[in-house]
């Protein structure tokens, strides 16, 4: 079963906006991790936020993470056209190592 | 050294067909993964080996699927009696679990006609 689940599902901006992402989880978790597709093949890992923290940087992207109502964001800022791709949060539960993907949002961006 | 390579990178089977997939994670990540994806759609989780641990085969679909671990490193995913709803790209990917992130490989892409 799903465990993290991104809205929008698909999302398009122009260049130069920023885009925000959400994931929704259901489980107690260890940490969660922001991932981005491009053509459909293997992932790149963009960023991971632990429970214990609340908001985390990396270049343009920022994330935060709510435990008390199990959610994420993730934000984009300045977007580029090379952004455009397929993102996807992942959950690893508290007692476990297994990771839970959630169905991804699709992002455009408009040069 | 090198990322996480899955081979093929594609496979075109007729239906009814056995086929493997092959990983090989980055070394010294102790944790590996089974994922399917087909088009358009988000990661399936399929099975999670870890050490010496009995694998987590909670997300295979069926019995026709079955992977193994050998030595803690590469990973074969076999699919028996291929059907035309395995089409889909299998990915892999290795984790150290002191980071927690995972490393994908490209995946392979296979066709079942």
């Known amino acids: 079963s799903q465990q993290g689940e991104e809205d929008p599902q698909a999302l398009s901006i122009q260049e130069g906006e920023n885009a925000t992402m959400n994931c929704s989880y259901k489980t107690s978790i260890n940490n969660l991790q922001w991932y981005r597709q491009n053509s459909g093949r293997g992932l790149v890992h963009l960023i991971l936020i632990r429970s214990n923290e609340r908001e985390k940087h990396s270049g343009r992207l920022r994330v935060t993470l709510d435990t008390s109502k199990k959610s994420s964001s993730l934000l984009i800022t300045a977007s580029r056209a090379a952004d455009t791709a397929s993102y996807f949060c992942?959950?690893?539960?508290?007692?476990?190592?297994?990771?839970?993907f959630g169905p991804g949002t699709s992002l455009s961006v408009i040069p | 050294g090198a990322g996480v390579s899955q081979s093929p990178s594609n496979k075109v089977t007729e239906k009814g067909k056995d086929v493997e997939l092959r990983c090989d994670p980055i070394s010294g990540h102790t944790a590996l993964y089974w994922y399917r994806q087909s088009l358009g759609q988000g990661l399936e989780f399929l099975i999670y080996?870890?050490?010496?641990?009995?694998?987590?085969k909670s997300g295979l679909p069926s019995d026709r699927f079955s992977a193994e671990r050998t030595g803690g490193s590469v990973s074969t995913l076999t699919i028996q009696r291929t059907q035309q709803e395995d089409s889909a790209v299998y990915l892999c990917?290795?984790?150290?679990?002191?980071?927690?992130?995972?490393?994908f490989g490209p995946g392979t892409r296979l066709t079942v006609t």
């Open positions: 992942a959950t690893v539960e508290t007692s476990y190592d297994k990771v839970i």
């Open positions: 080996f870890q050490g010496n641990s009995a694998p987590d």
């Open positions: 990917a290795s984790m150290r679990l002191s980071t927690g992130e995972q490393y």
